[in-house]
């Protein structure tokens, strides 16, 4: 299974996200902060606290984004290559 190795929150709310099989993604979660499960993040300062475990993009034990979620946004089109 593939792990995260590092995430890096950038400008409007996208949050690019390094594999350790070389490959990264950038996540746009701009589109998603008007639900109810990432509305939180639309603090700027929160959004940069994302951090990682391996398995999970996490921002303070409040709200965790799997690596399988990660590649499920990617095939809705979520992500920029």
């Known amino acids: ?3 995260i190795t590092k ?11 390094q594999l350790d099989n070389g490959s990264s993604v950038t996540l746009n979660l701009q589109d998603r902060l ?5 509305g939180m993040i639309s603090d700027v300062e929160f959004f940069r606290r994302a951090t990682t475990d391996g398995s999970y993009i996490c921002w303070d034990n409040k709200l965790e984004i799997s690596v399988t979620e990660v590649f499920q946004l990617a095939q809705k ?5």
């Open 7 to 17: 995430v890096i929150p950038k400008e409007n709310y996208h949050l690019e996200v």
């Open 34 to 38: 008007g639900t109810v499960r990432f």
């Open 77 to 81: 089109g979520k992500v920029q290559s």
């Open 1 to 3: 299974m593939v792990h």
